[in-house]
Structure formats: C-alpha cells, structure tokens
C-alpha cells in the first residue's frame, strides 16, 4: 500500500471535503492504472473555499453520492498535497469540453473552479469555431495546411494555399493545462497526475497526445528508452501561458506540429482572458508548399545562443537561414540583434518613466534617457532586416509614441495602427497594449506623452540650443 496517512498535510487539506489527500511514498506512476484504491477522490468541493467562483454543485443526495459527487467534471479528481503546498494539486478532466475536444486541468481546486468561470466553459458555442479540423467531430472545409514529413524535422505544417499577414491559419483548446505549482509535488506525484490527466481525456484527445514527439536528455525520440514518456512530450510541446496571472503550461497537439524557424512566417498568442484558446496566424505572406514556422525561443539573441538553446531543449541542429548563412552574414545579423536589444532597452525605459513626474530623483544613471523619431525607425527598419515579424509590434508601439512625444500627428497614427496590427497577433486582441495603441491611432493628442519632447529636436538637443 503506497498511501500514507501525514498527519501536517491532513491540515492542508480541508479544501476538498471529505477527501483523504495525503499520498506519499514511493510508486512508479508509470506502471499505475487508475487504481481508485490507490487514489483520493473528493466528493465534491467544498462551497467556503471557492469564493468568487461559481458555487460548486450542491451536495448530493446520499444515494446519488457515487455517479454524481464530482460533477462537473467527468471523472472523479484525484489530488495530491504536501507540507510545503497552501492547496492540494488535483487533476479535473471535462471530457466534454470543447465539443468532446475535453480538457485535463491540474492545478488547485480553487483555480479549476475558477476557470469553470470563462467564456470557453459558460458558453461552448462561442468555441463552434475552433478546434475545426483537429477535432474527429468537425466536418468543416479543408485547413490552409497539411500535416507532411519533412526531411530532417519530423512532421510539419505546409502551407496548401496562400496565406497573407493576418490570416489565421488555426485556433485551438489546451487538452492539457498544468498548474506550474504541479512542479512543487514530488516528481512521481506529478507524473502521476500527468498520467492520469492524459488517461482521462477521450480517446481522439489521447491518441493526440501519444503521437507527439517527446526529446528528453537521456532519449533523441519518443522510444521506449525514454524514461518519462508523459514529461519528455510535455516539456518538448507545451506552451507557457499565464492564466489569471498564473503560469501554467498548454498542450495543443495541432500547434505543436509547427517546427521552429529563427525568422518565422507565423506567430501565436493564448486567449486566455475569455476562450482559453491559441490562436496561429500568418505574419508574413505564406506561399502554398511553403512550411508554417514559429519560433520556439525569443530570436532576439545571437547565433551561438539560439542554436545552444534549441540543441539543448529541443534536441535540434538548428539549420534555419539565420543560423545557416555564411559566418559573414551571420555577424551581421548578430550585430543588428545586439542593436536591437540596445535600442529597445532605452525606449522601454523612456517608455516606463513616461508618467512618472520625478523621473530623474531615483535614477541611477542620473537621468534623462534620451530618445527620437530616428531611432523609434532605426529599431523598426533593424526588426525588418533581420525579417522578425514577431517582435516588430512593440518596436511600433515605441515608433507610435515617440512620435506622439514630438507631436508628429501622422506619423504616430501610421505607427500605432501597424502596433495594434502587429501586436493582435502575437500578444492577442484585447492585449493592454493593443488596447492603449488603438486608442493612440484613434487621438494621438490624447496620448499621456503628447508633446512632451516637442522642445527637443530630432537629433535630442534642445531646440533653439542645439
Ligand atoms: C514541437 S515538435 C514539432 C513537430 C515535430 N517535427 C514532430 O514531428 O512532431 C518539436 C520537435 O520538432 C523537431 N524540430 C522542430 N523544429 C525543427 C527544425 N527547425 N529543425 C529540425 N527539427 C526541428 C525537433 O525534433 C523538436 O524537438
């Protein structure tokens, strides 16, 4: 018997009523079935700690106990605590979820339960369109793509018709979403709720998830040599996202068919304030027979580093043309990375003393931090060089309020529209800053900076002194 009672933990679990949520003790998660002997089941979640979300069901009648104690969920949640955890962690599957797509979440019951709040969750129809053609059940017109293998990177997406910057290639739901606080659990315990979490989904959702690809350190494939089969294709496919300022990692089996490329054709944000869903769009002209590309790491870094990270995590030789130009080229292309970095860094910090009326008083580097419309170019006309089209939102967004700063009407409005542009499809449409650029194009007079550095000339002296 692998189960424990633990006394400290017995305290931290009151959340979930009536369950016996102490497992400790040594198990291989791998060779457990769902075991429910094994397994701590609560009956349903208690109401005094679910505040601010939606109440959980009522109690059931004494009879109706075992078929619904865990509704809405579809099968019973299982969970695990320990000393250090204020919450247990618990994996809560709702098969049904994104019309049969389902969803395995492992995180606290008070988050569960306020994910249960969300769009994606209160009305499913607003999901009808995604998921379209990664799910068995939908029968819609073909997608922008087919799943082809390519020589030397596995499977690929390939573009069948031609996609223009904005289009969206294809949305989808998490089958997946782990709590990042999964990884304060012993690591068999965490495997163990992965293993379950996956175990739980329906069986389109399932087979999805085994014909990923998993690198892990000690295996080149998904082989049987791999140790943990469940992490290696979680760390290999999932996407960071934060929901309700949590971090949490996503699995989309359909998003994680794209390859990488350093200077991507497509780029990607998670909806997570309303449908819970990753939308893909193209950000660059695609042409059909063309691959779909994301970067899996910010490209803003040196060759060197890019290729270390991308051997090191995702176990590949990067032969992306940014990696693979002559060393002549790729010089160049670091250099203007390292420009790039420079120049942001200085608008950013201009950008975040805007509002702030004692700017010099707690500066450590006594000051003004200089900036112009120039340079607001520069950092966009480097971003184009080296083709980045994901990161090019924020270097708008600068442009967009420099210009405001020097009271150029047009060129700030020029600006903001291609940083609401830009920034919808790699931070989402309802971002902040999506949201403070298309007030800016709409009146860029009503911008916080408007005029500020009016007395300023382009080249940064003051007028009439410089
Ligand atoms: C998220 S998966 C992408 C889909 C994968 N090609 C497949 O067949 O399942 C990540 C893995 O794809 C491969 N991969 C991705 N981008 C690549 C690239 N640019 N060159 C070579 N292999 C790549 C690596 O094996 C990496 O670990």
């Avoid at 369950?19 to 009956?43: D, K, M, R």
């Avoid at 129809?125 to 922008?144: E, F, K, M, R």
């Avoid at 990488?260 to 059909?288: G, W």
Wanted: proline share 7%; with cysteine.
């Amino acid at each position: 018997d692998t189960i424990h009672q633990n006394p400290i933990i017995a305290e931290a679990c009151p959340l979930l009523s009536h369950a016996q949520c102490h497992i400790s003790g040594p198990f291989n998660p791998l060779e457990l079935e769902v075991n429910t002997s094994q397994i701590i089941t609560p009956p349903y979640v208690s109401q005094s700690h679910v505040q601010d979300n939606p109440p959980p069901p009522p109690a059931p009648e004494e009879e109706d106990l075992k078929e619904t104690d865990y509704s809405p969920w579809t099968t019973p949640p299982q969970c695990f605590t320990n000393a250090n955890l204020t919450s247990p962690i618990c994996v809560f599957t709702d098969a049904t979820f994104a019309s049969g797509r389902g969803i395995s979440i492992i995180t606290t019951a008070e988050r569960a339960y306020a994910l249960l709040n969300k769009p994606a969750f209160t009305h499913p129809d607003l999901l009808s369109s995604v998921n379209i053609n990664q799910n068995q059940n939908h029968t819609h017109s073909a997608p922008p793509y087919e799943l082809r293998n390519i020589p030397g990177r596995g499977r690929g997406l390939i573009a069948t018709r031609t996609l223009h910057r904005g289009d969206p290639i294809f949305a989808s739901t998490p089958i997946l979403l782990l709590d990042a606080a999964a990884y304060d659990l012993a690591p068999n315990e965490t495997s163990f709720l992965t293993n379950l979490a996956i175990a739980n989904l329906p069986t389109a959702s399932r087979v999805q998830f085994w014909k990923l690809l998993g690198h892990s350190a000690s295996s080149s494939s998904s082989s049987s040599s791999d140790p943990n089969p469940i992490e290696s294709r979680i760390t290999t496919n999932a996407f960071q996202v934060s929901i309700n300022d949590v971090e949490h990692y996503a699995l989309l089996p359909t998003t994680s068919m794209l390859n990488h490329d350093c200077r991507p054709n497509a780029d990607y944000f998670f909806d997570s304030a309303t449908l819970l869903t990753h939308h893909v769009h193209a950000t660059r002209t695609i042409y059909p027979g063309e691959e779909i590309t994301i970067t899996y790491i910010s490209n803003e870094k040196p060759r060197h580093k890019r290729r270390q990270m991308l051997k090191q995590n995702w176990g590949f030789e990067c032969k992306c043309s940014a990696c693979a130009a002559h060393p002549a080229l790729t010089k160049e292309s670091d250099e203007r990375v390292m420009q790039i970095g420079m120049l942001k860094k200085r608008l950013r910090r201009w950008e975040e003393r805007g509002g702030d009326d004692d700017e010099n008083e707690d500066d450590e580097d006594d000051g003004e931090v200089r900036v112009t419309p120039a340079m607001a170019d520069t950092l966009i006309s480097l971003y184009e060089q080296e083709r980045l089209w994901t990161g090019i939102g924020e270097a708008y967004r600068f442009a967009a309020q420099v210009y405001a700063a020097f009271g150029r009407e047009w060129g700030a409005v020029r600006y903001a529209r291609l940083a609401v542009e830009f920034g919808m499809l790699a931070r989402g449409f309802y971002d902040e800053d999506v949201l403070l650029m298309k007030g800016l194009a709409a009146d860029p007079r009503s911008f916080w900076g408007w005029g500020r550095e009016v007395a300023r000339t382009e080249e940064g002296s003051e007028a009439g002194r410089g």
